[in-house]
């Protein structure tokens, strides 16, 4: 018989926010966000619950958000501050146990199978330790698998108390999952943003329990080898481990500026072209990657780094684009950049397996799609990384 698994999934609550409560306690029960002056373009990285209220939310523009909540205090944002304090918050994790999958400064997954103590009791402990030690918010959800510990934390702190921190626990016993996920939207499975969601809707697929009860070889008729996922995880299975992350396995790209910069738009063309090359080298070495991280390093040379995890590996430059994108609008308040850089971990061979999967039309745009990053490659390496540039998608 196979050992059920214990899994935790634990994020931080407005963690950015947090700790300037703690830096200034006058904040606490106050309207406020962390971010960039709004004269300055600056947006919003981080808002109190009470902010949240008046329907401020991240990477909304601060000038926006003062208008929605014209009493609104704005908190430069302290990096190296957050910094110390993730530190703080892992090293009482990796204590607990080794198997911590670290995905953000503010989240994390944990194994404690081994621990030998009900799940539900060591997160309710670890929780409490948090708070008593670092005065920090946490939420945390618990089951048997990565998918459904995450998607349990995010309803869990979508349930709770408005105003306020959550501090949910939400634990989702052995055998239960895809009793648990059945009732929730569909776009709440991982793997699954707009387009998919798009797709499944014109199939009749509302919620996650619709799509678990449709053929898997439907689905996979349909969605290829994402189709096999999308049935596997809406049932509640997830078989991926915790894993910790091993840097030295990754492609990357990074980009110092002559000036320090906090024009968003040239950013965000500058994470486009990093995603792009880094999309490019992972077809070329015909990889995959499942971790998306963005790195930051302010005019005070403080680096902040930032990762997501994708529920499907791909090499795929919008998918990766998109995601360095939001990490952007999740990390970054108008402040004054130094360096940027895009990176991608958790590399895997994909392309030869994923061609099992795929119908011909699917392997003709996969090909289709390389000759096109090869031809990018050739044009930038000729003439410069500013020589060729993808435009937008219908």
């Known amino acids: 018989m196979s050992v059920i698994r214990k899994i935790l999934h634990l994020d931080l609550d407005a963690f950015f926010c947090a700790v300037e409560e703690q830096r200034n306690a006058s904040l606490c029960g ?3 966000a962390v971010g960039g002056r709004p004269e300055s373009r600056g947006v919003v990285a981080s808002c109190s619950y009470p902010a949240r209220a008046f329907g401020i939310h991240s990477a909304m523009p601060m000038s926006q958000a003062v208008r929605l909540c014209p009493q609104l205090v704005i908190v430069p944002a302290n990096h190296r501050a957050y910094g110390r304090c993730s530190q703080e918050v892992m090293a009482r994790l990796r204590a607990l146990t080794p198997l911590v999958e670290q995905l953000s400064i503010d989240e994390a997954f944990l194994d404690v199978t081994a621990l030998g103590k009900p799940a539900a009791a060591v997160a309710r402990e670890l ?3 948090i708070r008593a030690e670092l005065n920090l918010p946490s939420s945390l959800g618990v089951a048997t698998n990565k998918l459904v510990a995450k998607i349990a934390n995010n309803v869990g702190k ?3 108390h408005k105003g306020d921190y959550p501090n949910a626990i939400t634990l989702v016993p052995p055998g239960q999952e895809a009793a648990f996920l059945a009732p929730l939207p569909c776009e709440e499975l991982w793997g699954v943003g707009p387009k998919t969601a798009e797709r499944l809707r014109s199939l009749g697929l509302m919620t996650i329990g619709d799509i678990a009860r449709w053929p898997e070889q439907d689905l996979s008729a349909r969605f290829g080898k994402h189709g096999v996922d999308l049935a596997l995880h809406a049932q509640g299975k997830d078989t991926r481990p915790v894993e910790t992350m091993r840097e030295s396995k ?4 990074e980009t110092t500026f002559d000036r320090d910069i906090r024009d968003g738009d040239e950013l965000r063309r ?3 072209g990093q995603a792009e090359s880094v999309a490019a080298e992972l077809r070329r070495k015909r990889l995959t990657a ?3 991280k963005l790195k930051l390093r302010w005019s005070d040379f403080t680096t902040f780094t930032r990762q997501t995890t994708f529920a499907q590996p791909t090499a795929d430059a919008e998918q990766i684009t998109a995601a360095a994108l939001r ?6 308040g108008g402040e004054l950049i130094r360096l940027v850089g895009v990176g991608v971990s958790g590399l895997g061979k994909g392309a030869q397996q994923l061609s099992l999967w795929e119908a011909p039309a699917e392997r003709a745009e996969r090909e289709k799609e390389e000759r096109l990053y090869r031809a990018l490659q050739f044009l930038r390496q000729r003439f ?3 020589a060729i540039k993808r435009g937008p998608s219908e």
Do not use: C, E, H, M
Request: aromatic share 8%; proline share 4%.
């Open 327 to 332: 990490l952007l609008g999740q990390s970054w």
């Open 270 to 272: 500058v994470i486009r």
């Open 158 to 160: 979508a349930a709770a």
């Open 30 to 32: 106050k309207p406020f």
């Open 127 to 129: 929780q409490a330790q």
């Open 250 to 253: 990754s492609i990357s790209q």
């Open 290 to 292: 499942s971790t998306v």
């Open 384 to 386: 410069g990384d500013d």
